[in-house]
């Protein structure tokens, strides 16, 4: 019984959850019995007074309006997305790094920045010929475009064997990317 009360009391620990939730714990047959009721009026006063509500402090309030400093703050998502980006291990990895000196690390970090840059690129590029993708779902998929080279031995003695150049096979949304990208300039068929 005083495991389950511990329990609840846990869950309800948060931030004004006391105020929402009304609970009861008994004991029927050996068994604890959680009962709760959720008040709606608690609810709605939170609403009204403090949910949803935010403030926004900035030093551009003389040279930005009021949409600006709002779209600028709802923008900083962008930011965000790009530093993870740079975390993914797969992509745009900016660890780990093994240099020993401070220039070395400067560098590292401008090629990750650069290549940060153009994959944003990349993503605005395909957004604006109708493909939505993330730039690790846009790279995953570029990567499996493969140009192969047939190699066929000579007919004759002491010629040279032929080479062919293809495109592997690729999926649907790879075609797409394909042309969207307009790929097949730098192919050497």
Not at 82 to 96: E, G, V, Y
Request: with cysteine; hydrophobic share 40%.
């Amino acid at each position: 019984m005083a495991g389950v009360k511990k329990k609840v009391d846990g869950w309800l620990k948060a931030r004004h959850m006391k105020e929402l939730f009304h609970t009861e714990i008994t004991e029927q047959d050996g068994v604890p019995m959680l009962e709760y009721r959720f008040e709606k009026d608690a609810w709605e006063s939170l609403q009204k007074t403090l949910l949803g509500k935010t403030i926004l402090f900035t030093d551009n309030d003389d040279d930005w309006t009021d949409a600006q400093i709002v779209h600028g703050y709802r923008s900083q998502h962008h930011v965000e997305s790009a530093f993870r980006c740079m975390k993914d291990p797969h992509h745009i990895s900016l660890r780990p790094q093994f240099h020993w000196t401070d220039q070395k690390i400067k560098v590292h970090v401008f090629c990750c920045v650069l290549a940060l840059m153009l994959c944003s690129l990349l993503q605005r590029e395909l957004h604006h010929k109708g493909i939505g993708l993330s730039v690790p779902k846009a790279l995953d998929r570029l990567a499996g475009i493969r140009e192969v080279g047939i190699v066929y031995p000579s007919q004759m003695d002491g010629k040279k064997p032929t080479i062919k150049m293809t495109l592997s096979s690729i999926s649907e949304e790879q075609r797409a990317l394909f042309e969207a990208l307009d790929l097949k300039r730098y192919l050497a068929i």
